[in-house]
């Protein structure tokens, strides 16, 4: 069992405001990962870390931005919130094991952008 | 064209019955194949994690891999209504980290 953790879980927020989504993880893996998902799509990676003081965007564009200051936490901030941004974020991290480099994912958060 | 295609449903099952839950792809490069199961509202969750061709078996879910017809198969035996959710095929390449993800497909498993 996976122990990453989003905060919030559901945001309903104004145009304009700035938000900061939180993810942590206690199992201590190197790489992490900002997925975007809206209802019925696929997972969209846009954002991605492989360790400490390293970030870097993912395959779709996204006006987000992430940190990453401590191996344990990965936080997603948008400046300045627009209608397009919402949608559900999901975080993760990954470690190589025996199986190869297994994924794993939080429960998400849900933003909705009025 | 997409690199992954699911079809995304829903299928609709009565329970017991033998599922069946299929991905093609078009990057002959895919090396490493999953299986994630999303309930309603949550992440997805690792089921099935295949390496290369083959099959592989866990309890009551099987995951097949065909890379040469670019096609990967999960099926579920004596499926229950627990099991309805949206499962999400996801590849990666050998030395990439990222994963490419189908749309997924829902499942609906009635009593």
């Known amino acids: 069992e996976a122990d990453i953790y989003q905060t919030p879980r559901y945001l309903v927020i104004g145009t304009g405001k700035k938000i900061t989504l939180e993810c942590s993880q206690t199992m201590g893996h190197d790489k992490m990962y900002w997925y975007q998902q809206d209802p019925g799509m696929e997972l969209h990676l846009i954002h991605y870390s492989y360790g400490v003081n390293s970030t870097e965007k993912g395959d779709l564009s996204s006006e987000s931005t992430v940190s990453r200051i401590r191996t344990e936490h990965f936080p997603l901030t948008l400046e300045s919130a627009r209608p397009s941004h919402t949608s559900q974020y999901l975080c993760?991290?990954?470690?190589?094991?025996?199986?190869?480099?297994?994924?794993?994912f939080g429960e998400g958060s849900w933003l909705t952008v009025v | 064209q997409k690199e992954v295609e699911q079809d995304p449903g829903p299928l609709s099952v009565p329970e017991g019955a033998i599922v069946s839950l299929n991905c093609t792809y078009s990057?002959?490069?895919?090396?490493?194949f999953m299986w994630y199961r999303q309930y309603s509202r949550k992440g997805p969750e690792l089921l099935m994690y295949?390496?290369?061709?083959g099959n592989k078996e866990d309890g009551r879910f099987t995951a097949q891999v065909d890379k040469s017809s670019k096609y990967i198969s999960l099926f579920i035996r004596d499926s229950q209504p627990s099991d309805s959710a949206t499962y999400l095929c996801?590849?990666?390449?050998?030395?990439?980290?990222?994963?490419?993800f189908g749309t997924g497909t829902r499942l609906l498993v009635s009593p």
């Open positions: 990057n002959s490069a895919f090396q490493y």
């Open positions: 996801a590849m990666r390449r050998t030395g990439f980290q990222k994963l490419v």
């Open positions: 295949t390496y290369s061709s």
């Open positions: 993760a991290s990954s470690v190589q094991g025996d199986s190869g480099n297994t994924i794993y």
